[in-house]
């Protein structure tokens, strides 16, 4: 098959889409962003270990035929939360299957379906962090973007329930892309926990999904971020995430990223003002022929801001896997304190990881560590467990969940934990006899 | 129980047991002291079927079967314990779990069935009570950040949840103070059973002043050089290893 031109065709695709008048501008300054930039290969810095070669082999710069739900429903369900719902089928808003509890001083609502009042908002308020200069897609998703979630809560209120928001893809007729926004602003002093969940019916997946997402924190406030990835192993992901914090507020994020044909995540987050605090921990888990891609940018503006970041990733068979966590300390931020782990475990001799933890300091008053590791199992650990009975390949799991467990334990939202460990649990083995060790929470009377 | 006969091991191309032989009958505790580098702590990794330990010549039968033809988990689940000398901390494997995985492994080779999680966590917590280990310990990560005391306690409550035939202490006395010493003593005291035996690997006599052996091997070079009684312990105490080397050259 011939390659295709993918930005001529993403010019062209997006030209001609027939997008809702509330982005008008924001859609024609993406397509001009979009339109400035090249098509990245290897010697694009940002993209130096991710191959796009797979969107030039089919013209992906199409419109979805299909947003049918029916039987998907099981995919996205977390026992145990309950939680406010906005389900999208391939980008397209499903309100029979969400759930929203109306809550005075809190907004959550679809671009589409917000009430008249709220339009005008969101139209002003979408597109203001995502920075399309550089990132392909996010030039992209800003040229295109259509229907997505907006939420506002204002000052001093807690959003009751986590917001849950699900994005399902599904195998087209052909190739397509779908596009999915959300924008969440928090006053000052509000609270929310958002919950961002990527799932694709299990069959082969030639939909690529291109999301992008927007967090303004207000002074004092708290958003606690979810990220959990788990679309089936040919699904294409491209992801931006970016984060403003304002005076002593607090952004907490868990990412899951589970592998696929190609999934990128760019995390953006901007301490502009003192006194915050950032903490991200995330987990990625390629295997197959699996690639999974993340790139992390905390930019210390200001002084006194604090920065703790650690990703943990397995990678097994031939899979691949990219994370690159830049901190850039600048010159007005003292005092800031910033740490940076990955640690890294390969399953295989044909895995491969290519980590790069930057630190670029230019303040002199400054606390900052960064480090990366990759290994292997550990024999001693393993000889430990087969010494007490437990047979080698079980040794090997329990050994490789523990490598990512300690970060789910630290989960905070309980029904996402319980639901999130015997998930990854089943990543290293369909053999339900070698997890049956996971003890169930409640079961344990722990 | 265990028949060791010319055992003979190395250890990256350096032989370490040079033709060992040793009988334990059920119910005997059979205390192995010896200088740096006799290779005491091979003999326990050689029956507990470590890698990277190659024997070379000689038999080891354990309650009639050779085990030498088994690796670590089948020795593990036919009754043998090893309690090591440095426990390995685990992060992110809860102790609770891997005593249930380690447990269940063992109870389905003996044809038993599953404990229910209810049942295990009732019977782990009676298990740290008799240790002293606050059951805390049952939710963190495997010895992780345990002190030596606690991943010494944590070996002889796995001892005890495992119920083994044989059980091999190596160096268990090693770093404790005489409060966990006491502690660790007792606790394989009340594991004395007429069908359990017991191979204590230690430096100094002063374990044994609370295991009382029934049998003392001095261990040098890759061999037993001698054997004896309890006293044999007392004698090595105050006329050191050099008396016995003397006494063979």
């Known amino acids: 098959m011939a390659a295709v031109d993918f930005n001529q065709q993403a010019v062209a695709f997006a030209s001609g889409a027939n997008n809702n008048d509330l982005f008008k501008s924001l859609n024609e300054q993406g397509l001009n962003k979009f339109k400035a930039l090249p098509f990245p290969t290897r010697k694009t810095e940002d993209w130096k270990y991710t191959s796009l070669f797979a969107l030039t082999k089919n013209d992906y710069n199409q419109s979805i035929q299909s947003s049918d739900l029916s039987g998907l429903e099981s995919l996205y369900e977390i026992a145990g939360l309950n939680a406010n719902r906005l389900v999208f089928v391939n980008g397209v808003f499903k309100a029979e299957a969400s759930s929203i509890e109306f809550q005075a001083g809190v907004v959550i609502s679809s671009f589409l379906t917000a009430d008249s009042n709220i339009k005008s908002d969101i139209s002003n308020q979408v597109g203001k962090l995502a920075e399309s200069d550089r990132n392909l897609f996010t030039a992209l998703n800003n040229a295109q973007v259509n229907d997505g979630v907006f939420i506002k809560v204002d000052k001093n209120v807690q959003v009751d329930k986590p917001i849950h928001i699900v994005n399902v893809t599904t195998a087209q007729a052909k190739t397509a892309t779908a596009f999915a926004r959300c924008y969440i602003e928090l006053a000052q002093h509000a609270n929310a926990t958002v919950i961002e969940q990527f799932v694709s019916s299990n069959e082969e997946q030639n939909v690529l999904l291109n999301q992008t997402t927007e967090a303004v924190i207000g002074d004092g406030a708290k958003l606690n971020h979810y990220r959990l990835n788990s679309e089936h192993e040919s699904s294409l992901h491209f992801g931006g995430v970016y984060v403003n914090l304002n005076r002593d507020s607090q952004f907490e994020s868990y990412q899951v990223l589970l592998g696929g044909q190609i999934k990128r995540l760019d995390i953006l987050v901007n301490h502009n003002v003192g006194g915050r605090h950032c903490e991200m921990k995330g987990v990625y888990l390629p295997k197959h022929d699996q690639h999974v891609d993340i790139h992390s940018y905390i930019e210390h503006k200001a002084p006194n801001c604090t920065t703790s970041e650690v990703y943990r990733g397995i990678m097994a068979d031939q899979s691949k896997a ?51 590791t990759v290994a292997q199992l550990d024999e001693k650990a393993k000889f430990y467990l087969r010494s007490r009975g437990i047979s080698a390949k079980q040794a090997d799991i329990m050994l490789s969940f523990g490598f990512i467990n300690e970060l789910l334990d630290s989960i905070p939202l309980d029904a996402l934990r319980i639901k999130m460990r015997p998930l990854m649990a089943e990543q290293f083995t369909s053999n339900k006899e070698l997890t049956k060790h996971l003890l169930h929470e409640d079961e344990a009377g722990l | 129980m265990l028949s060791i006969k010319n055992l003979q091991a190395k250890v990256e191309e350096k032989d370490i047991l040079k033709g060992l032989s040793l009988d334990i009958k059920p119910g005997e505790i059979h205390a192995i002291m010896g200088p740096n580098g006799a290779g005491k702590s091979t003999l326990g990794n050689v029956l507990s079927g470590r890698e990277g330990y190659e ?47 380690s447990v269940d492994a063992i109870r389905e080779h003996r044809g038993e069935e599953a404990m229910s999680s209810v049942e295990f966590l009732k019977l782990a917590r009676e298990k740290c009570k008799l240790v002293n280990l606050d059951q805390s310990f049952l939710k963190r990560g495997v010895n992780e950040g345990f002190s030596c005391g606690e991943k010494k306690r944590n070996e002889i409550m796995q001892m005890m949840l495992l119920e083994p035939k044989l059980c091999i202490l190596d160096e268990t006395d090693s770093g404790l103070d005489i409060d966990a010493l006491q502690v660790v003593a007792e606790g394989v005291n009340s594991q004395r059973d007429p069908n359990r035996s017991f191979i204590i690997v230690t430096h100094y006599q002063r374990l044994l002043d609370y295991i009382v052996p029934d049998f003392v091997h001095v261990l040098a070079d890759g061999k037993i050089v001698k054997s004896g009684g309890k006293e044999l312990a007392l004698e090595l105490e105050e006329k050191g290893y050099s008396w016995i080397e003397g006494e063979e050259a």
């Open chain 2, 55 to 101: 024997v070379t010549g000689g038999t080891v039968s354990f309650d009639g079967k050779n085990i030498l033809e088994m690796n670590a988990e089948e020795r593990a689940r036919e009754g043998l314990f090893l309690a090591f000398q440095y426990p390995v901390e685990i992060p992110g494997v809860s102790n609770l779990e891997f005593l249930k995985a």
């Open chain 1, 322 to 372: 990219v994370f690159n966590g830049r901190i850039h300390i600048h010159p007005d931020a003292q005092k800031t304190f910033a740490e940076l782990s990955n640690k890294n475990l390969l399953l295989s001799d044909k895995a491969t990881i290519n980590t790069k933890p930057e630190l670029e300091i230019y303040a002199d008053d400054v606390r900052c560590a960064h480090g990366a």
